[in-house]
C-alpha cells in the first residue's frame, strides 16, 4: 500500500484479531467470529461511536465469509443508488450463489423512504445489510429493517486500548517512513481523539509529520498541543468535534446562555449536522434538565421534533433556534432524573420486592381468595380524589425518590405532597 496513503488506511484491520477493544464481538467466544466460522451471516446493524471499527467489521466480514463488498454513504446516496446496488447485487448472487453484502456508513441519516427501499431487498436475501450508526437504531431505523436484522454494539476504546494503538501507530509510521520517533506522553492525543480511534491515528500521523525535518524526536504532550491547536477543523458531522460541539449545546443551554446556545448550534447547522440529532438532544434536555420546573418545555421540544421533519432545511433552522432559546431561558429542574436514578440504583441494590397485597391485581378467584387487592382503597371514592394508603412494599416503605426542586412549579407541587402526605414528604 503507498505511503501516500493515510496512516489509518494502512492499519486498518485485515482479521478479527487485530481489532482492538470489540472482544465480545471478536473474541473467541464473541458473536461475530461465531457466526463466520458457522457461516450463519444475517442483516446486522453495527451501533457504535466513531472510530471504534465499524466499518472494517464490515469490511472484514465479507472477505471472510467469500461475499462482494458493496458501500455506500448515507450522506451522499439517494433511492436511485440503492436500487442500482441491489440491482448489480442480484446479478452477483447468481453467480456465486452467495447474497453480496451492501453495507451502508450513518445509515441513520437515511430517511424512511431510502430505508424502505432495502426492505424488500433483504427479505428477498438479494443481499445481506450492513448498517454502521453513531445513533440509537431503535430511534433511527424503521421497525421494519430493524427486526431483519440483529443489531451489534461496539465499545468506545478504553484508555488501555487507546495507548495501545497509539504504540501500534507509532510503530508503523517509524516503519512506513523510516523514522525512529519516540511518544513520551500520550494524554494530548488521548484527549483530543476523544476515544475515537480513527481521529487518535491521524492527529499521531499529523503530529509526527510535522516534526520529521526537525531535531525532535521525542513526542511530549507540548509538541502535541503545538500542532494539534492549529490544525483542529472547525466541525466534523462524521465525528471529529461531533461529541465537543453537541456537550457544549446542551451545556449552554443547561446553563441558561441563548447566545451560547444559538453560537453553538449555528456551529452545528454551519457543519452540516442532522437536524433530527440536534432537536433530539434538546429532546432529552427539557426532561433531564428542566423537567417539572417547565413542563411546557418538552412539549415545546417535541413539537420542534415533528416539525423540522416536515420543514426540512433551510427553515428548520429557526425553529431549532426558537426552541434552544427557550430550552435556556427556562427554570431548570433535574428532579425527575434524579429520582429514576436513584429509584433503579435501588431496585438494583434490593432485588425483587414482593408488591403489597392490595395493589396486586386479581382476575381470578382464587388470586381474590388469596386477598389479592382486598383492601385496595379506589382514590376516587374519596375527598379530594385521594387517600393516605401504601404504594412501596413494606420493607422500604419510608423511603423516598423524588425531591421537588427549588422553582415555583415544584414549590406548588411540594406543598400539595405536604399538605396531603404530612411527614411523608
Known sequence: MSQNTPLAE??????LDEVLGQEHLTGEKGTIRKMLENDTLNSLILWGPPGTGKTTMAEIISEKSGRKFFKLSAVSSGVK?????????????LFSGKSPILFIDEIHRFNKSQQDSLLHAVEKGWIVLIGATTENPSFEVVSALLSRSQVYILKALSHEKLEELI????????????????????QAFIQYSGGDGRKLINSVELVLSQFINSEIKEISN????????????LYDKNGEQHYDIISAFIKSMRGGDPNGAVYWLARMIAGGEDIKFIARRMLILASEDIGLANPNALVIANNCFQAINVIGNPEARILLSETAIYL??????????????????????????????????APTKLMKDLDY???????????GNFVNQDFLPEEINEVKFYEPGNNATEKKIYEELKKKWSDKY
Open 81 to 93: 443508488d440503492v436500487r442500482d446496488v441491489i440491482d448489480e447485487a442480484k446479478k452477483q448472487n
Open 373 to 383: 387487592g382486598k383492601e385496595y382503597k379506589y382514590a376516587h371514592s374519596y375527598e
Open 328 to 361: 435556556a431561558v427556562s427554570p431548570k429542574s433535574n428532579s425527575a432524573y434524579m429520582a429514576i436514578n436513584d429509584a433503579l440504583a435501588f431496585v438494583k441494590k434490593t432485588g425483587n420486592l414482593p408488591v403489597p397485597l392490595h395493589l396486586r391485581n
Open 167 to 186: 504504540d501500534i501507530a507509532l510503530e508503523r509510521f517509524n516503519k512506513d517512513e523510516k523514522t525512529d520517533f519516540t511518544i513520551k506522553e500520550k
Open 10 to 15: 494502512r492499519m486498518r484491520p485485515k482479521n
Open 222 to 233: 507540548d509538541e502535541v498541543m503545538e500542532v494539534l491547536q492549529e490544525t483542529m477543523a
